[in-house]
């Protein structure tokens, strides 16, 4: 009724209707105005209706800002998945398994092992490679250290 007062919160219609439109009918108003129980024949104009009230927005809201939570995993779910397959039974994946686990803990690092030196910018180019250099392909581009020097070393 127009210029009804109406209690604070949704109906349990009302709240029928803004768990269908998040869900099974994925944001169609008139299809979750069915689903929720209102007349086939006014579901268009009751949604409309819906859908003008702040209240059903603002849950509406709330409902795909809590699906979105429980769809990005977190750290502690994604540590326990990836610690999980260190014990799968193929090999390549227990590598990719602990690659990206020291990753998501920070103890990721590359080392460059070249006779020489090796500065920021030819590390850059080399990692932006699509296939890893030649063997003493880096190498020969670089300056040969002192014989005193001993192993590789990155600048």
Same mark, same amino acid.
């Given at each position: 009724?127009? *210029?009804?007062?109406?209690?604070?919160?949704?109906?349990?219609?009302?709240?029928?209707? $803004?768990?269908?439109?998040?869900?099974? @009918? !994925?944001? $169609?108003?008139? $299809?979750?105005? #069915?689903? =929720?129980?209102?007349?086939? !024949?006014?579901?268009?104009?009751?949604? +409309?209706?819906?859908?003008?009230? /702040?209240?059903?927005?603002?849950?509406?809201?709330?409902?795909?800002?809590? @699906? +979105?939570? /429980? =769809?990005?995993?977190?750290?502690?779910?994604?540590?326990?998945?990836?610690?999980?397959?260190?014990?799968? &039974?193929?090999? !390549? =994946? /227990?590598?990719?398994?602990?690659?990206?686990?020291? #990753?998501?803990? *920070? /103890?990721?690092? +590359?080392?460059?092992?070249? %006779?020489?030196?090796?500065?920021?910018?030819?590390?850059?180019?080399?990692?932006?490679?699509?296939?890893?250099?030649? %063997?003493? %392909?880096? +190498? !020969?581009?670089? &300056?040969?250290? &002192? %014989?005193? @020097? *001993?192993? =590789? *070393?990155?600048?």
């Amino acid at each position: 009724m127009p *210029g009804a007062s109406r209690k604070p919160g949704l109906s349990e219609k009302e709240r029928a209707f $803004v768990r269908a439109y998040t869900g099974p @009918a !994925k944001g $169609v108003g008139t $299809v979750a105005a #069915k689903m =929720a129980g209102y007349s086939h !024949k006014g579901a268009s104009v009751r949604a +409309v209706e819906l859908l003008a009230r /702040r209240s059903v927005r603002v849950e509406i809201q709330r409902l795909r800002a809590m @699906a +979105v939570q /429980r =769809a990005v995993a977190t750290n502690e779910q994604i540590d326990l998945v990836l610690s999980g397959l260190l014990k799968h &039974p193929d090999w !390549k =994946a /227990r590598a990719v398994a602990a690659r990206e686990l020291n #990753k998501t803990r *920070g /103890r990721h690092s +590359v080392k460059h092992m070249v %006779e020489g030196t090796l500065t920021l910018e030819q590390a850059i180019a080399a990692s932006r490679m699509e296939e890893p250099p030649i %063997e003493g %392909e880096i +190498v !020969k581009s670089l &300056p040969a250290l &002192p %014989e005193k @020097a *001993g192993n =590789a *070393g990155i600048e």
